[in-house]
C-alpha cells in the first residue's frame, strides 16, 4: 500500500514541468493530491509557497512542531524577462531561443542545448518519470520534485492511518536561485515560534553514505550545521523504529535549512542521495537523475514516524547524552579514588 502510494504521487508529481519561478504545474499536483485528505488543510502565502496543515485530535494545541519543506522548482530555462540581470559575457552559454537558464549547471553541459518547452519556460528534453526493475526512479527532476512528493505522501500516510498528531508541509518556490522562497516564508513566518524546519532534499552522497541504503539525516550543509536536538531526534526515532538512516555533513551544496535558520527558526536536514546532480550526467551530458524508491520510502517512513512518536518535538535536554556520560563517570569511580592521592593536593612549589 506504502510502495503503491509512493510510486503514485512521485509519478503525479514528477511528471508535472518546472522551473524557478514557474512552479505552478508542481504546485497544482500538491493540491491535488492533498485534497484527498480531510485533515490537512493547504493555504498560500503571498509569494505563492505552500503550506499544508494537518491537524487531528487535541494533539498539536494548533501548533504544529515540526514543518517538512521541500523546494517546488528545478533548474531549467525561463523566457528572457526585460529588465532582469543578464547573464554576464562570460556566462552567455546560459542564453538559448529566448530563454535564460537558471540553477547551478557547469558551462560545460551548454554545448548543444535540446529544449521541451512549456509555454513561459523550458526544460531540458529528457524523460519525466520513469520507474526501472532494478528500484531506481529516473526523471528530469528529482531535485527536488522527490522532496515534495516525500511529504505530501507521510501526509496521505498520517490521513489514512487516523494519527492523532499535528504537523506541516511546506513547498517553497524559487529555491535554485538562492532560497528565494524561502527568504519569503522566513520573512513571514507562518508558524509559531518553535517549529521545527526540516528540509527534504535530494543530496549529492558524500563521505561514507551510500545511495539505496537509507535516508540521509543532514546534520549541516555547506553554509551551516543544523540544530542538535533536532538532528539526533530524528536518528533516535529511526533507531527506535528500525529504519535504515545515514547520518552525513553534505557539504558538496546548501538546502533550504541554511537560509531558515539566519532568521532563528530551529532546522533540521534529511536527503535522498541522488544521482546525474542537476541533470550532469557522465561526459558533460545532461541526463536524467536518479534516486533509490526504497531511500523514498524509508524516507517517508521516517517523516511520519517522527511525527508519531515526537509530536511535540525534539527532548531538549540533550538527548540523554548527559547521563550516559554521568553514567560513565561513576563507573570510573574506583580509579578516581586510586589516584586521587595524586592530584588532590596543592603542588609543591619549586
Ligand atoms: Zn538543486
Redesign the pocket.
Known amino acids: 500500500m506504502q510502495q503503491a502510494d509512493v510510486l503514485h504521487v512521485l509519478k503525479s508529481i514528477l511528471s508535472r514541468p518546472t522551473a524557478p519561478f514557474h512552479e505552478y504545474a508542481v504546485r497544482d499536483a500538491i493540491r491535488e493530491l492533498l485534497s484527498e485528505c480531510s485533515h490537512v488543510t493547504v493555504t498560500e502565502d503571498a509569494f505563492g509557497n505552500l503550506v499544508a496543515r494537518y491537524a487531528r485530535g487535541g494533539a498539536g494545541n494548533g501548533r504544529a512542531t515540526w514543518a517538512f519543506g521541500s523546494h517546488m522548482d528545478h ?1 531549467g530555462w525561463v523566457r528572457s524577462v526585460e529588465g532582469a540581470s543578464e547573464p554576464p559575457a562570460a556566462e552567455t552559454h546560459r542564453r538559448h531561443g529566448g530563454f535564460t537558464f537558471l540553477g547551478g549547471v557547469p558551462a560545460e553541459y551548454f554545448a548543444s542545448p535540446v529544449l521541451r518547452v512549456f509555454g513561459d519556460f523550458a526544460m531540458w528534453d529528457l524523460v519525466d518519470f520513469e520507474a526501472r526493475d532494478d528500484g531506481t526512479i529516473h526523471s528530469r527532476a528529482c ?2 520534485l522527490v522532496g515534495c512528493a516525500a511529504i505530501v505522501t507521510m501526509l496521505r500516510a498520517l490521513e489514512r492511518s487516523g494519527t492523532e498528531a499535528e504537523c506541516c508541509g511546506i513547498f517553497t518556490r524559487a529555491e ?1 536561485v538562492g532560497f528565494v522562497g524561502a527568504v519569503e516564508l522566513a520573512r513571514r513566518w507562518p508558524l509559531s515560534e518553535g517549529t521545527i524546519f526540516v528540509s527534504v532534499e535530494t543530496s549529492v552522497a558524500v563521505g561514507s553514505a551510500v545511495p539505496g541504503w537509507g535516508p540521509m539525516c543532514r546534520v549541516g550543509d555547506r553554509l551551516s550545521i543544523f540544530d542538535h536536538a533536532a538532528t539526533s531526534a530524528l536518528l533516535s526515532v529511526a533507531a527506535r523504529r528500525g529504519l535504515p538512516v545515514q547520518r552525513a555533513l553534505l557539504d558538496r551544496g546548501s538546502c533550504e535549512a541554511s537560509a531558515l535558520q539566519a532568521y532563528g527558526i530551529r532546522t533540521a536536514g534529511i536527503s535522498v542521495a541522488l544521482g546525474n546532480y ?1 541533470n550532469c550526467g557522465p561526459d558533460f551530458r545532461i541526463a536524467e537523475e536518479s534516486v533509490h524508491l526504497a531511500d523514498v520510502e524509508a524516507l517517508v517512513a521516517l517523516l511520519a514516524a517522527v511525527v508519531e512518536d515526537l509530536p511535540n518535538g525534539p527532548d531538549d535536554s540533550g538527548s540523554g547524552l548527559r547521563e550516559r556520560f554521568e553514567a560513565r563517570v561513576a563507573r570510573h569511580s574506583p580509579y578516581i579514588a586510586a589516584t586521587t592521592k595524586h592530584f588532590g593536593d596543592p603542588p609543591s612549589p619549586v
Open positions: 533548474p531535485d527536488d535554485e542537476h
